[in-house]
Nanobody
Framework: QVQVVESGGGLVQAGGSLRLSCAASGRTFSSYAVGWFRQAPGKEREFVAAISWSSGRTYADSVKGRFTISRDYAKNTVYLQMNSLKREDTAVYYC???????????????WGQGTQVTVSS
């Protein structure tokens, strides 16, 4: 059973950068896809980015060119590098592990507790 824990959130000014980490436990993590989702107050959880077990990447249109997802197999960790942050990126960010790098939350089995990202103007 894979478990994931996010870290790296915080307060940043618009235009700034943050790197989120998703650390996983479990020997089979390298065979899992990982997705990042976010949820702003009063809004539904939305897809941000995903990386497959073979490091194929997909992004939401709203973050393409600004966010980069990557994984370090040796460290069992997936990263989300967020650059050129905007106020509308403010949300709780969640990582999740699953068998398929899908853009829908239902495809993922293990979820972290979330990390808050706040972008100020």
């Amino acid at each position: 059973q894979v478990q994931v824990v996010e870290s790296g959130g915080g307060l940043v000014q618009a235009g700034g950068s943050l790197r989120l980490s998703c650390a996983a436990s479990g020997r089979t993590f390298s065979s899992y896809a990982v997705g990042w989702f976010r949820q702003a107050p009063g809004k539904e959880r939305e897809f941000v980015a995903a990386i497959s077990w073979s490091s194929g990447r997909t992004y939401a249109d709203s973050v393409k060119g600004r966010f980069t997802i990557s994984r370090d197999y040796a460290k069992n960790t997936v990263y989300l590098q967020m650059n050129s942050l905007k106020r509308e990126d403010t949300a709780v960010y969640y990582c999740a592990a699953g068998r398929v790098d899908a853009s829908t939350p239902a495809a993922y089995d293990a979820w972290g507790q979330g990390t808050q990202v706040t972008v100020s103007s």
